[in-house]
């Protein structure tokens, strides 16, 4: 059982280009939403994360944009760069378990 | 610069036996988490510690899998028979308390294959 569901597995954009990431979630007990960046051969890193009290949180080229009530949030990269190029996961978290549920990720080609 | 540490990067064995996989946490950090990361289910949690008390366990396969930690400093997973389906990369993370007040930090990972 999904609980974090993440869309698409896979995208190739141009360098500048706006790939957004989309992820949506059913258990609205979950309070926190992170997501993490991951190189090839590395663990996962956070690059942003939000809590449901917020629209919006941009750090950078990196924006996560969260609607509470289609219990959806996406990121967005501003002016994309090879550099990118990684696998993305969104994850949430619930704050009385203390498990960070992963979705399935999202592998990101920037190309020149 | 603080790191989780996890050995050996890279495992190749036969189905049957036994494997453990190792985890340095970063010194402070008071909880640990193995996932278990494929192509199809992404990053999935096995199991997790607070304070070297096991939490959760549920992600698991229980009758071949288990996790320790006999000290602050080391983590352990076992798996005891492998099985090819257990081929994977594993990672161990660490953390400070809660999500909210640190974020996890990830090991590089130990790629394991059973043939």
């Known amino acids: 059982q999904q609980q974090v569901k993440q869309s698409p597995q896979s995208l190739i954009v141009q360098k500048g280009g706006i790939p957004i990431i989309n992820c949506a979630y059913e258990n609205t007990a979950f309070d926190y939403f992170p997501w993490y960046q991951q190189f090839p051969g590395k663990g996962p890193a956070l690059l942003i994360a939000i809590r449901p009290d917020v629209s919006e949180k941009k750090e950078g080229r990196f924006t996560i944009s969260f609607n509470k009530s289609a219990k959806q949030f996406s990121l967005h990269i501003m002016d994309s760069q090879p550099g990118d190029s990684a696998t993305y996961f969104c994850a949430a978290y619930q704050d009385n378990t203390d498990k960070l549920i992963f979705g399935t990720g999202t592998r990101l080609q920037v190309f020149p | ?115």
Not at chain 2, 10 to 26: D, F, L, N
Not at chain 2, 28 to 52: D, I, K, P, S
Not at chain 2, 76 to 100: H, N
Request: net charge positive; with cysteine; glycine share 6%.
């Open chain 2, 1 to 115: 610069d603080a790191r989780v540490t996890q050995t050996p990067r890279h495992k190749v064995t036969e189905m049957g036996q036994e494997v453990t996989m190792r985890c340095q946490p970063i010194l402070g950090h008071n909880t640990v988490f193995w996932y278990r990361q494929t192509m199809m289910q992404g990053l999935e949690l096995l199991a997790y510690f607070r304070n070297r008390a096991p939490l959760d366990d549920s992600g698991m396969p229980k009758d071949r899998f288990s996790a320790e930690m006999p000290d602050a400093t080391l983590a352990t997973l076992k798996i005891q028979p492998s099985e090819p389906r257990d081929s994977a990369v594993y990672f161990c993370a660490s953390g400070r308390g809660t999500a909210y007040n640190s974020p996890l930090h990830f090991g590089n990972g130990t790629r394991l294959t059973v043939t």
